[in-house]
């Protein structure tokens, strides 16, 4: 068996082979290579399987190059499996997933990723026009170039002075039509209301975000959001409430931990607050903190995307 | 007992409705201020309370005492080890690993990292039980202000001083609390934040040498707690840096004024001074919350 082959049952050794950053460089021209050879070697019965195997393979790959910022041989990688996904003459749910794995992870590469993002999502959208998903990924990439600081990937910040520009309102509110994404857009728009200064409609969007959904990143950054708008609203005792409910919802985001404890320890209560630190400082969540990856928009999905498409390769 | 390293003791007179509505209390609030006193960057020794000049919100007060216990230090030593503090985090970790053993067998540490998110690797205990430091590898994004918001939300414990002191390169990435947000905490907390921006060691003399304007906000922070903000490269430095901070730290002055002239409620600004010619210079808390 080779090690494609390995990869698709899971075999331990690979998948430690494949998160290896330093092994982009080959994996990529093994695959660009000989990657189409192999995929129509057993003939066309399994051919849409292997290619399924080899373009995943090839996705996880490139994940492992986050943080190490080898970007062209990863970007080249995955060129050439979203065009060999395009190969299929009908589009599949798992050629869904992994586009939209792919996109997460270019989100997750922030400004690095954003031009191979926007033509990622064109090919996403021709391959799957009625996906709702792709509309809230433009949202994003709207706002990313709104109002982000370029350099550190840090959203608009909540002194309540930034001008959102009126595109990235629009798209966030289209994205709100369709019952999928409509929690989640609510949620964005309320931070950028909020850091535009609208406490009022920041409010309002952060309640829908926290009671339309029962995803808990995103209830809890809708409650999250809420506490701050309330907090720029001067009112300390429901913006705890806010916290309060922000860290229940997920009590492993050390932003909802933190925040939390800040107004325990504001309003005299510094014992629960020294211990819900020491708590979080213990358990809590790093990068995969839903605020945290609020400036990667669905890279926070790439746990459960990467998972459905290995289930779907076996 | 509530604010900060300040202690305020009130010695609460009963309160009429006709005394509440006066703009001004002749309150007898006790407020205890620490405060070390440097000359040529040493520690002085030997004041009296007749040398210290402290105005609250303006108004002249009178030092009524002033001690110089020395009491046991609660350290939390806080590593940055996100991805910009990858040529100086390996040797930082060494030096600091040495530095520790300075501390006093009273004294206790714990050890705090931060990158993504906000780490304790071990919990406050004494040096000699310590565990010794791992070493780290730097990678990620930076949550500065999350660690400096956890590291100021200490209880502080009786008959003891919570001290603590920060390596990083300054830079925030991915913190979920802003820095306004943690100067609140810096205003109220009890523990005094040291600071320390670390360069690499094959950094220029002149990276070192000077304050640069963005690193203005974070000494600005740290002054409001009492503590200082010192550019360092990341080698034996450190070990002489943190010494330093902790020396000076154990050399601090407890002051002590009846608060009088000032209205009660809201943040009091303080000022100390020597009255001496000498050049001194005087890290003290800039300030408490009264009411």
């Known amino acids: 068996m080779d090690a494609l082959e390995l990869y698709a049952l899971g075999d331990p050794a690979v998948i430690k082979m494949v998160a290896e950053p330093r092994a982009i460089g080959s994996i990529a021209a093994a695959l660009v290579k000989h990657g189409a050879a192999w995929i129509r070697a057993n003939g066309p019965s399994e051919t849409s399987h292997r290619r399924l195997v080899a373009v995943t393979f090839a996705l996880e790959a490139v994940r492992h190059v986050f943080e190490s910022l080898e970007g062209r041989p990863a970007w080249e990688m995955l060129r050439w499996a979203s065009g060999e996904l395009r190969q299929e003459s009908k589009p599949t749910d798992a050629e869904r997933v992994w586009r939209h794995g792919a996109i997460a992870i270019l989100q997750g590469f922030g400004a690095s990723g954003i031009d191979v993002v926007e033509s990622e999502l064109n090919v996403a959208t021709s391959r799957f026009p009625a996906e709702p998903r792709w509309l809230l990924i433009r949202a994003w990439r709207a706002e990313m170039d709104g109002t982000f600081n370029p350099k550190t990937i840090r959203p608009a910040p909540l002194d309540g002075t930034i001008e959102v520009p009126p595109g990235v309102i629009r798209a966030y509110e289209q994205a709100m039509r369709a019952p999928e994404t409509r929690a989640e857009a609510a949620t964005r728009l309320a931070y950028l209301r909020c850091a535009s200064g609208r406490v009022d409609l920041a409010i309002d969007l952060a309640t829908q975000g926290a009671t339309l959904t029962t995803e808990p990143d995103i209830r809890s950054l809708a409650h999250l959001i809420h506490g701050w708008a309330l907090t720029r609203g001067d009112r300390p005792a429901e913006a705890l409430a806010e916290f309060r409910a922000a860290h229940e919802s997920l009590p492993a985001s050390q932003s909802a931990a933190l925040w939390l404890a800040r107004s325990l320890f504001l309003n005299g209560e510094r014992a629960e607050a020294e211990a819900l630190v020491d708590e979080t400082m213990r358990t809590g969540l790093g990068e995969l903190d839903p605020f945290r990856l609020y400036p990667r928009g669905d890279f926070r999905l790439w746990p459960m995307l990467i998972a459905q498409l290995r289930r779907a390769i076996r | ?291």
């Open chain 2, 1 to 291: 007992m509530k604010v900060l390293a300040l202690v305020i003791a009130l010695a609460l007179l009963a309160v009429s409705p006709a005394r509440q509505q006066q703009p001004f209390r002749t309150a007898t609030d006790v407020v205890i201020l620490e405060a070390a006193v440097l000359q040529n960057n040493t520690p002085v020794t030997g004041l009296t309370a007749r040398d210290f000049i402290v105005t609250d919100n303006g108004v002249r007060q009178t030092v009524e005492a002033v001690s110089a216990e020395a009491l046991p230090v609660d350290l939390s030593l806080i590593l940055d080890t996100s991805g910009s503090m990858t040529d100086t985090v390996e040797q930082l970790t060494e030096q600091l690993t040495v530095a520790t053993g300075h501390l006093r067998a009273d004294d206790h540490l714990r050890f705090l990292q931060f990158g993504w998110g906000v780490r304790e690797v071990f919990a406050m205990q004494p040096p000699a039980s310590r565990v010794s430091l791992d070493k780290f590898t730097a990678g990620g994004a930076t949550s500065f202000h999350d660690a400096l918001a956890a590291a100021l939300m200490r209880v502080r414990r009786p008959g003891r001083a919570e001290l603590a002191v920060v390596f990083t390169d300054a830079v925030d990435t991915s913190s979920a609390m802003t820095l306004e947000a943690t100067e609140e905490l810096a205003r109220r907390s009890d523990v005094l934040l040291h600071a320390f921006i670390v360069r690499p060691p094959e950094a220029v003399a002149i990276d070192v040498m000077i304050l640069r304007p963005d690193y203005r906000p974070l000494a600005d922070l740290v002054a409001l707690t009492g503590g200082g903000l010192e550019v360092m490269l990341a080698d034996k430095h450190v070990v002489t840096g943190l010494s330093r901070a902790i020396s000076e730290f154990r050399s601090r002055y407890s002051l002590r004024f009846t608060a009088t002239g000032v209205p009660r409620a809201g943040w009091h600004e303080l000022v100390v001074t020597i009255d001496r010619p000498g050049g001194f210079v005087v890290r003290a808390r800039r300030g408490y919350f009264g009411g």
